[in-house]
Nanobody
Framework: QVQLVESGGGLVQAGGSLRLSCVVN????????MGWFRQPPGKEREFVAA????????SYADSVKGRFTISRDNAKNTEYLQMNSLKPEDTAIYYC???????????????????WGQGTQVTVSS
């Protein structure tokens, strides 16, 4: 059974930082594309960042470029999202996801990812 568990969300002031983690079990993590998505209040789920299985190739939504960094540790079956210079518009539920088929794309649709975590709330106050 594939299981993704996020952690690290919380309440932070604008300009602050948070680091999200996602531990994956039940699948060969090291050979899979990983991603982060978010769902702001009242809006649809949107792409945030993705990383290839080697960790060499990454992509970001324009709204987070230069502020967020995605990374992974294949030895720990864990991916991370370092979020700096947070803004109130970053407030959302953040989800990690794993893609077991297909190729890396720069702006993937959520439907391209088969398994999802339960989400972790990030709230940025102004």
């Amino acid at each position: 059974q594939v299981q993704l568990v996020e952690s690290g969300g919380g309440l932070v002031q604008a300009g602050g930082s948070l680091r999200l983690s996602c531990v994956v079990n039940g699948v060969t993590f090291s050979r899979r594309i990983m991603g982060w998505f978010r769902q702001p209040p009242g809006k649809e789920r949107e792409f945030v960042a993705a990383i290839s299985w080697t960790g060499i190739t990454t992509s970001y939504a324009d709204s987070v470029k230069g502020r967020f960094t995605i990374s992974r540790d294949n030895a720990k079956n864990t991916e991370y999202l370092q979020m700096n210079s947070l803004k109130p518009e970053d407030t959302a539920i953040y989800y990690c996801a794993i893609r077991t088929q297909g190729y890396f794309s720069d702006n993937p649709d959520p439907q391209e990812f088969e398994y999802w975590g339960q989400g972790t709330q990030v709230t940025v106050s102004s």
